[in-house]
């Protein structure tokens, strides 16, 4: 059986059916949870199969955990799809992950007005191949219509890119006289990011093993929980998802204070 067989048949097999989590209380769950979707590559060299073969399970396990969140009563979900680091990736990796965007965002915008799920894209777009960039600037235009649920999808995206992006933003304003540097807050500082107008994440999950933060949403993350755990993102499923809820909601959030 080749990977692609061994792909097709772990996307059509039945998914089974999440126990509830008792530790969970559903009724007071974060309102934001981010994740940074990694050890794809890892998950196929296990499994003797190309990089590219666990990127195309990634996507799949983004659809499935996307839509969990949105059953539960999340109102934000932010994922790490790309970041500006992955360009020094194999080009073929490269082309795999754009490709299954691609697919996924076809996908998506003949399924959004069904679901009712807001896609919005954090980062730099316009390095993107123009089919990519055109289908995300659809993808946005349709989703400016909905309320409810929102996905963020972290593309060509680093947490200090975007810092600077906004420190030159307000440099310019100052220059062109629209704004003193006294001016500057914290809350106008973060109407420039590329997160403007929604909750930072009060939880944020690492599969794969790996313990660093990797560039991930660096100003947003201030007082975000972090839930790590040695799963390879394929392999992340909804009992995982609720035991990264249950550990944030056994925490003490005091920011701060005592």
Request: hydrophobic share 35%.
């Amino acid at each position: 059986r080749s990977w692609k067989d061994m792909l097709l048949f772990r996307k059509n097999k039945k998914k089974p059916t999440t126990t509830v989590h008792t530790k969970v209380d559903f009724d007071h769950l974060p309102r934001h949870v981010a994740i940074i979707m990694d050890g794809n590559g890892r998950w196929a060299k296990k499994r003797g199969m190309p990089r590219t073969a666990g990127h195309a399970a990634g996507a799949e396990t983004f659809r499935t955990i996307a839509t969990y969140c949105k059953d539960i009563g999340l109102d934000y979900l932010t994922v790490y799809a790309f970041s500006t680091e992955n360009w020094k990736r194999p080009q073929e990796e490269v082309g795999a992950i754009m490709g299954l965007l691609r697919k996924y965002l076809h996908e998506a915008i003949q399924e959004m007005a069904q679901d009712h799920i807001k896609l919005q894209f954090f980062g730099d777009l316009t390095s993107l191949d123009p089919e990519l960039y055109q289908l995300c600037q659809e993808t946005r235009k349709i989703s400016e219509g909905y309320d409810g649920f929102q996905v963020n999808v972290c593309l060509n995206y680093g947490g200090r890119d975007e810092i600077v992006r906004a420190a030159r933003k307000f440099a310019q304003d100052c220059v062109e006289g629209k704004a003193k540097p006294e001016e500057l807050t914290e809350t106008s500082f973060a109407n420039d990011l590329y997160s403007a107008g929604i909750p930072d994440p009060e939880l944020i999950i690492r599969p794969s093993g790996e313990i660093r933060t990797s560039n991930f949403l660096l100003w947003q993350s201030a007082y975000s929980e972090y839930y790590f755990t040695d799963v390879l993102w394929p392999d992340f499923s909804p009992d995982e998802l609720l035991n990264a809820i249950a550990s944030y909601q056994g925490r003490s959030r005091r920011f701060g204070g005592v």
